[in-house]
């Protein structure tokens, strides 16, 4: 049959009522829309490694409120997400720097379904999204990270440089070494050796202090901020601060640019420690805080 010669036409669905056996069919379920929206500038990188590591080739800047649309998605290691990227508008692949599967922080994006927000399963918990919504377990790690690591010591060295005689430090405080402020006395001297063991031995009482008022999951990185912040303005300052509050709420974005605030001395905003804050926030959030060494 046909109208007007043709026998293909497109119609407007609740106008019309279609019948098998003179029975009514079901109409399809639309297909679900799933996008993502960047919270804050990142990298979408080929592994959950940090950014800062990654050749060119295998990471790609994206700054923040850029949406894309998305394919799948779901939580691995390191508290990432792992997304494949959908089609445009026109129906095209879209494509980043030639790939469409990245590995992207997941306190970084925010996932949508149709509009609303999809909760993003916080590190240790069961993870309930993939987009064939069949629920498959997270990574969970065996325990949260309990040792400042590398990236977190070179980040501490830096702002607290190495003094092998004693000083009175931007805050009034007698300081040795790395910023040591244990049984220091005028005029006293120590070697590069002996720096590298106070500071040690000065480690294990803040990593301490993070474990004990911690009370969520953290990775290396975000531990090694943590520690990296207290080892600076004291255990006192992090158990009274909105940041810890935020952090233990499992608010892991909003704990972040809580350290920004932490940028003042006795006479008003010190530079050095502004600078400190941000590397601070970068390392928790796994990405590249050398920009600010």
Known sequence: MQFKGRNTWYV????????RDGQPL?????????????????WFKSSTAQGSTLPND????????????????????????????GLDAKGKQVYLNGRNTWYVYRPAIQIFKDGKVVPLAPVGSVNPFTISDKPIPAVIPNKSATQINSKGLRLLKAFEGLRLEAYIDAVGVLTIGYGTTTNVFPGMKIT??????????????FENAVIDLIEVSLNEDQFSALVSFVYNVGEGALAGSTLRRLLNQRDYLGAADQFLRWNKGNNGELPGL?????AERLLYLS???TVFL
């Open 12 to 19: 407007y669905r609740p106008a019309v009522q279609i019948l």
């Open 26 to 42: 079901t109409a399809p379920k639309p297909t679900p829309v799933y996008v993502v929206k960047t919270l804050l500038d990142t």
């Open 58 to 85: 295998q990471k790609q800047f994206i700054s923040a409120n850029k949406i894309l649309p998305l394919s799948s998605y779901g939580l691995v290691e390191n508290d990432h997400i792992k997304l494949t990227l």
């Open 192 to 205: 590069e050796a002996q720096a590298e063991e106070f500071l040690k031995r000065d480690l294990i009482k």
């Open 274 to 278: 502004t600078r400190r804050r941000k």
């Open 287 to 289: 990405q590249d805080f």
